[in-house]
């Protein structure tokens, strides 16, 4: 029995996969929520990390580039560890599942801030210079013109940002988050029957970056392109 369910082990292949997909489907729901909030902790973060870039003082552009250059050149797992292994020597005790949401989070916010850049750049320079002649001032001008023309521009970009996010939630089960594999694995090693659980997680995971991919194409067809119109 695993997460209050029963598996069948003797009655042949497909008795033994119906059986267990409750147990798989529960941890699919794991791993939907880890992948949702890293996502959210990404594009939050990226968002600021962008801003920080951009300013015109050294003073702050400098450390978050530093910062940014250094999340993405090391390892997910070993920000993992830190994460929850450092932390709490310190004082700072997070959940498993939080603390994986955040090492997700905080690793992909280094990719999303690059993304954003992008967009960024890739609003005309009039934009911002009407903007100036008008008076208004830099934050409205970031915020109600220049980042609603820029979100069309980058969602292709998120949206393999979010498949990727998925993709690695596994990592977390490294911290004991029972998501999806490691509630496969845990089945194997406990029925010594690896092959139709691991199986059912290809195809689950397969189904969902389908699903998610199919989301993303249709939000960016329908937004528009030239940018969300904010009151």
Excluded: C
């Amino acid at each position: 029995m695993f997460f209050g369910y029963e598996w069948i082990t003797d009655q042949g292949p497909l008795v033994f996969a119906w059986s267990i997909l409750p147990i798989l489907l529960t941890g699919m729901w794991i791993t939907i929520k880890a992948t949702v909030l890293g996502f959210i902790i990404a594009l939050i973060l990226g968002l600021v990390w962008a801003v920080l870039k951009a300013a015109p003082t050294p003073f702050i552009s400098w450390p978050a580039n530093v910062f940014t250059e250094f999340i993405r050149d090391t390892p997910l797992l070993v920000q993992l560890f830190f994460l929850y292994y450092v932390l709490p020597e310190y004082g700072l005790v997070l959940p498993a599942f939080l603390t994986g949401a955040l090492a997700l989070g905080l690793q992909y916010s280094a990719y999303t801030a690059e993304v954003y850049r992008a967009g960024i750049e890739a609003v005309a320079r009039g934009q911002r210079e009407a903007a100036r002649a008008l008076n208004i001032s830099s934050s409205r001008t970031f915020t109600h013109i220049i980042l609603p023309q820029s979100v069309p521009r980058i969602i292709p970009a998120l949206g393999n940002y979010l498949v990727s996010i998925m993709k690695d939630v596994p990592v977390l089960s490294v911290v004991t988050v029972l998501e999806m594999l490691n509630v496969a694995k845990i089945i194997g090693d406990r029925t010594f029957q690896y092959l139709i659980p691991l199986s059912m997680v290809g195809a689950i995971y397969l189904i969902m970056t389908l699903i998610a991919s199919a989301g993303v194409r249709l939000l960016d067809k329908n937004l528009p392109k030239r940018g969300i119109a904010l009151k």
